[in-house]
């Protein structure tokens, strides 16, 4: 956290039970630690069977937690935490970042790259997430680096274009947004599979410390009312096609809703702050319903947090949004995977590894 004031704001959230901090001790980090690297030894979650894999070494670890550590990793389990941050964890490398950024196919080849995978994937599995990816999305990889490969971070690199990349392989600033796609939150729905329920982060290199910012809901819906937020689980809104897609896949969407609710959730979101627009034929009753939310998240003073490789950090991607400023080292890279929570509903193109059609 980085100065008093938001040492403020993030004890306030951490008060109301939004974001929590879940602490492995030395003997349950070596054990991840040692799960992790039989893992990446056969490829990491893209290996085939690493999925059976990851759920044996959770039953393992699970034998030595507390019951305030199974109780935490319930309540994000059960969709009522909106950020579930892992501490104690093993560092995997004492290597120095390099002087300039690999390139992205030799980074995703590493063998503590792997770890950092496989090791999120077993944390995904400790909330009762599945790790996957979609068909249009990152090549159909589960393992997506979060890095500047295409430019538009402070410092120029070679490859940089003239159009930059709106995504997670750009160092553009990202405003609050959750994952896409945006067509569904927890159920599939006209072919199209739900948005991501969960997306756990840790950082290879993280030279400058840059943080990663996060904006749990409750608090601003709260603030929004239950008038306007009815307004937005109308079909009054539009989002443009994400950047990340395969190219000729995906597209974007018209008359979605912002929110939903569901019987095992409760609220559900999804929202983007720089590709959602409210319809233009859309009533004035839900045009104000639509600047109250903006405003609201405008508003809001995002929760930071700096990964290193011995953190993570799991965002439940239907009630929590997440952020950041524009990337300042270049050397920064994170490792994300996409988690599928026990409620939600895709369509299911393959098992292990788990492949969603988008």
Excluded at 147 to 171: D, P, Q, R, T, V
Aim: charged letters at 20%; proline letters at 5%.
């Amino acid at each position: 956290m980085t100065d008093a004031k938001q040492d403020v704001e993030t004890a306030e959230l951490f008060a109301e039970q939004e974001i929590r901090i879940f602490n492995f001790d030395v003997r349950q980090s070596t054990w991840l630690h040692t799960f992790a690297e039989e893992l990446a030894a056969i490829g990491g979650p893209q290996a085939p069977g690493a999925r059976s894999k990851a759920s044996l070494a959770v039953t393992e670890l699970k034998c030595s937690f507390s019951k305030d550590q199974r109780e935490l990793l319930a309540a994000y389990s059960d969709g009522l935490v909106c950020v579930l941050i892992f501490e104690g964890l093993q560092k995997i490398t004492d290597a120095s970042p390099p002087k300039e950024l690999p390139g992205l196919t030799s980074l995703e080849n590493r063998y503590d790259v792997l770890c950092l995978a496989a090791r999120n994937q077993i944390l995904l599995a400790l909330v009762d997430n599945s790790a996957f990816a979609y068909d249009m999305d990152n090549e159909g990889k589960l393992v997506r680096l979060v890095a500047n490969f295409k430019g538009g971070g402070l410092i120029k690199i070679n490859a940089e274009s003239g159009i930059k990349e709106l995504s997670s392989h750009s160092g553009l600033a990202l405003g609050p947004h959750t994952e896409a796609p945006y067509w569904c939150a927890v159920n599939a729905k006209d072919g199209h599979s739900p948005s991501p329920s969960s997306l756990i982060l840790s950082a290879l290199w993280n030279p400058g410390l840059e943080p990663t910012r996060v904006i749990p809901l409750p608090p601003i819906l709260d603030k929004v009312g239950i008038t306007n937020c009815l307004a937005l689980t109308t079909g009054n809104f539009q989002f443009t096609r994400s950047d990340s897609f395969v190219s000729g896949k995906g597209e974007g969407g018209r008359n979605v809703s912002i929110l939903e609710f569901d019987d095992n959730v409760g609220f559900a979101a999804r929202f983007n702050s720089y590709r959602f627009s409210v319809n233009d034929d859309a009533s004035t009753f839900v045009k104000t319903a639509y600047d109250a939310l903006c405003q609201g998240v405008n508003e809001a003073i995002p929760a930071e947090y700096t990964l290193t490789q011995e953190s993570a950090m799991a965002i439940n991607n239907i009630r929590t949004l997440h952020c950041r400023d524009v990337i300042k080292d270049n050397r920064r890279v994170l490792v994300r995977l996409f988690g599928l929570s026990k409620f939600s509903s895709p369509i299911v193109i393959s098992e292990d590894p788990l492949l969603l059609q988008g």
